[in-house]
């Protein structure tokens, strides 16, 4: 692809995403001037390479959907992500732990942002530890799946699969990590720490389990069969919703350390987040996975590497930048071993003709 089709593909498949990034932006610049625009920016990158595994992800979800569930996931789901994942639900959670009325928090997050930002650190390890349980349920229960016949790392990744015949294994693996992690916390913390950990699994089988139990093609009748559709797709929303909420509690608690604006983080971050969304519809419109075998693999092992960092950050801090360059990493592992699965299989057609 030359440079010419490149912009071209740029601004035809992200004109949404672009929009909403010179608006952002100009916001950004009118709250806080250049450090504002800066930090608005910033954020946006950071967003974007701590969640680009979600968006390969994602595409796995939506190519299985319909052109409106994509539209509702690029203009409802955006503004849920931006509002209610990155403003709204780090306030409840202020709210919740500390007693405070929502409404005082919120004062306190526009007045005192490093008051709120103590409070927000203080539950850390809470947050860290139902993000965890979420995605390591997500990445192990991919990885666990024998019935895959496609493995990007050969015998190991088989291997794995073939220990998905044992009945809830990702559960039994995600429980026995988070047990793991509470044992080594501070006595005050473990039952806050255990019941976050636990909940953080429990969401990922009851959504999961919502979402099987409401696609099923048992409807006796079409009416019956509309609404078990629409229900199953309201189930894969809110899955698509708390992975989202789960990627980007790490983001929204080390965006602190960028700015301390709590509108400057949703702006930065929400940006970020619609990228993203845009690239995993991009993905589902080209037919990536497809065309790059290997790149699920290497989301969901990025996904198991933030699982296991969250795990580890409710110990000891670790940067947000290892976080999205180990996934980076991963992913672009995957591409060069599926750009080179793609030229081997080239090749052998042409030599076999």
């Known amino acids: 692809m030359n440079i010419k089709n490149a912009s071209h593909v740029m601004f035809k498949e992200f004109w949404g995403a672009w929009l909403i990034s010179i608006v952002a932006l100009a916001v950004a610049y009118k709250i806080g001037g250049v450090a504002g625009f800066s930090a608005t920016l910033i954020l946006c990158l950071f967003e974007i390479s701590i969640s680009f595994d979600n968006a390969v992800v994602n595409a796995m979800v939506l190519k299985k959907q319909t ?117 080594n916390l501070p006595v005050e913390k473990r039952y806050a720490g255990l019941l976050a950990g636990v909940l953080g699994v429990v969401a990922y089988i009851f959504i999961g389990g919502l979402g099987d139990v409401l696609g099923g093609e048992d ?19 809110m899955f698509l919703e708390v992975r989202d909420a789960s990627f980007s509690f790490d983001g929204v608690i080390g965006a602190f350390a960028i700015s301390k604006d709590i509108f400057i983080i949703m702006l930065g971050l929400g940006v970020g987040a619609q990228w993203v969304r ?23 092992w990025a996904i198991l590497a933030l ?28 591409l060069y071993s599926s750009i080179r699965a793609r030229n081997q299989l080239k090749e052998d057609s042409i030599s076999k003709s």
């Open 278 to 300: 845009s690239m995993t519809v991009f993905f589902v419109k080209r037919d990536t996975l497809s065309e790059y075998v290997y790149l699920e693999h290497g989301a969901h």
């Open 67 to 183: 052109a409106a569930f994509r539209t509702a996931f690029l203009t409802i789901g955006f503004l849920i992500g931006v509002v209610g994942m990155r403003l709204l639900l780090p306030l409840l959670i202020v709210s919740l732990t500390t007693g405070l009325g929502f409404a005082q928090v919120y004062q306190l997050a526009v007045n005192q942002p490093e008051v709120y930002s103590e409070h927000l650190h203080a539950h850390h390890i809470e947050v860290m530890l139902f993000g965890g349980g979420f995605l390591m349920m997500v990445a192990l229960t991919w990885l666990f799946d024998h019935e895959r016949d496609i493995h990007w790392l050969g015998g190991f990744e088989r291997r794995l699969a073939q220990m998905g015949r044992l009945s809830m294994v990702a559960a039994g693996v995600s429980l026995l990590l988070a047990l793991i992690v509470v044992f």
């Open 307 to 334: 699982a296991l960092l969250m795990f580890a950050s409710a110990l000891h801090e670790i940067p947000e930048t290892i976080t999205g360059l180990i996934g980076l990493i991963l992913i672009g592992g995957s």
């Open 219 to 237: 409807a006796e009748n079409t009416s019956g069969a509309l609404k078990k559709g629409i229900a199953a797709a309201v189930s894969t929303f």
